[in-house]
């Protein structure tokens, strides 16, 4: 099947996957997981309720809108030393005979520094029962600026999200965004105003409060508009072992519900990171 045949069948995929709007492509949907729903934040890579140094690896399941068979399963390992962190996540989503499956590579700097910097690689494929697979190649750059305060930082991340694509991607209607944060950290609670800025014009921002709580435990929760939505999550450690839940819940109707369980290094350090 050609791209341009496949197209509205992704469009129509698509469509019932994410938040309403009157158009969608392919692959809108990025991260399902309890730290994306908390975030109400279907549309970015989630940020962890946690970060630190070492091996963690996790696996999540969602349901979506309560409709049959429509769920989002996704799993990721990551590897963090002192100043990089490399992590990798599958991802898929659909119903029975039609499927998104996004594999990412992340490579970012993490530390102390004042600028540092991120490249992500992606593989996005479309699978429909019946059909040859359609897809391609898509990489993107972020940079995270960090300023300290006299008790706290303030932190701007700027990203340029699958600025350069294969060209089957452009047949499925794949097309580059400007992902935005401006976060507050004051000790164990912080604030976000996030978006994702498109070619088209279109925009959602959206608010986010984290709330660490004893470092074995966080509460995430979030507002967004264009579409009105609120967005709740917690996770909870328990030595190595990470148990997390979360929730979208549309104003016009409709709710996305989530779980996660992850293996994490055994002293988290609530530091957060990028959008």
């Known amino acids: 099947m050609s791209a341009a045949a496949i197209r509205p069948l992704a469009v129509a995929l698509a469509a019932a ?12 949907v990025r991260d399902g997981s309890p730290a994306a729903l908390g975030a109400a934040s279907l549309d970015l890579a989630s940020v962890p309720f946690f970060e630190s140094a070492g091996f963690a690896a996790s696996a999540s399941h969602t349901a979506l809108y309560q409709s049959d068979g429509l769920t989002s399963e996704r799993a990721a390992v990551a590897f963090g030393g002192q100043s990089a962190r490399v992590s990798a996540t599958w991802n898929q989503l659909g119903f029975p005979g039609a499927r998104e499956h996004i594999l990412r590579l992340d490579l970012e700097e993490i530390g102390t520094r ?24 898509a990489a993107g750059v972020s940079v995270l600026a960090k300023v300290a305060l006299p008790r706290g930082s303030l932190e701007c991340v700027v990203a340029g999200d699958r600025l350069a694509r294969t060209r089957p991607l452009d047949g499925l209607g794949v097309e580059p965004s400007v992902p935005f944060a401006l976060r507050l950290r004051s000790g164990a609670v912080a604030l976000a105003w996030m978006d994702r800025w498109e070619a088209s014009g279109r925009a959602s921002p959206r608010l986010v409060l984290d709330l660490a ?63």
């Open 17 to 28: 996957l994410a938040a309403p709007s009157p158009a969608r492509a392919a692959f809108e």
């Open 114 to 137: 004042a600028v540092l910097l991120s490249v992500v690689a992606e593989r996005l494929t479309l699978a429909l029962d019946g059909e040859p697979s359609e897809g391609g190649f």
């Open 213 to 275: 709580l004893s470092r074995v435990a966080c509460v995430r929760l979030a507002r967004g508009v264009r579409p009105e939505r609120s967005g709740a999550a917690i996770a909870l450690r328990l030595r190595r072992v990470e148990v997390s839940a979360g929730r979208l819940d549309l104003d016009d109707g409709g709710s996305v519900g989530g779980v996660a369980l992850a293996l994490v290094p055994r002293d988290p350090d609530t530091r957060g990171g990028r959008p």
